[in-house]
């Protein structure tokens, strides 16, 4: 993750992968647009922050967790370091290439019949975390770290938390628990990227831009603080109202593990 006026080529990788491969492919009809808030998340007010989360922001707890860095191995593969960091500070020492091992790829879109026929990143990683791709979502983050803890006999296991409230996941961070959560590239507003037909359903699916994957590790005063898998300084704070718009916006994804 990079914040507005830093450089680096870490962000410029990711950045241009969450922003969608296929753009030459799709130029000229499938031009981005402005993503609109996604407000079935929870509740009627999509707009604001909650009166709970408010009250909740006044304290301030972190929880020390030891960063992991994506790169280089995994120019794409946010949502496997971001669920390696938190096993991590659970107690299970996986790092991010063995715990990559248990996601299923799905590689990338594909010309089919006239039509782009790519995977459903709700069910497998669309693209290629170790190269250039597009990403997961909480069932298929949920999935790989149970088949790993599983498989080293850990007592753990993670939990798909999505539409929980952002003071919910405070609520969590007060029990000593890190959240793997679903939001933006340095908190920048989202947009529609590419579009194709998914495998096996036909559903058209656009994917989100700048989508990224972290972990809420804490909060102060008036701020959420996370360990971002991109950011070179490991440990960043944005103001709680750009993170539940921008997770709201991601359709409050959330993956617990206990």
């Not at 492919?25 to 707009?47: E, I, K, N, T």
């Not at 790092?95 to 248990?102: F, N, P, Q, S």
Request: aromatic residues 10%.
């Amino acid at each position: 993750m990079k914040t507005e006026g830093e450089t680096g080529e870490g962000a410029a990788r990711l950045s241009g992968r969450r922003q969608g491969g296929l753009g030459r492919f799709l130029a000229g009809f499938l031009a981005p647009v402005p993503l609109l808030l996604a407000s079935a998340c929870y509740g009627a007010d999509a707009f604001s922050v909650t009166t709970e989360l408010q009250t909740a922001a006044r304290g301030e707890k972190i929880l020390p967790v030891r960063n992991i860095q994506q790169l280089p191995e995994y120019p794409s593969g946010c949502e496997i370091t971001a669920a390696a960091i938190a096993l991590n500070y659970l107690g299970c020492p996986v790092g991010k290439t063995e715990l990559g091992r248990y996601f299923p790829i799905g590689g990338r879109p594909r010309p089919a019949g006239g039509k782009l026929v790519g995977p459903d990143p709700w069910t497998v990683f669309a693209g290629d975390p170790k190269d250039s791709g597009y990403g997961c979502f909480a069932p298929v983050v949920t999935q790989a770290v149970n088949r790993c803890l599983s498989a080293s006999g850990s007592v753990l296991r993670a939990e798909n938390r999505s539409g929980m409230k952002t003071a919910d996941l405070i609520a969590l961070i007060d029990r000593g628990v890190p959240v793997v959560v679903w939001a933006t590239i340095a908190m920048q507003a989202p947009y529609f990227g590419d579009a194709w037909y998914l495998n096996g359903t036909g559903e058209y699916f656009r994917w989100t831009a700048r989508e990224h994957c972290l972990v809420l590790i804490g909060y102060s005063g008036g701020q959420a603080v996370f360990s971002d898998p991109l950011d070179r300084r490991g440990t960043v704070r944005y103001d709680f109202s750009l993170f539940e718009t921008r997770y709201r916006q991601l359709l409050c994804q959330a993956v617990v593990i206990g």
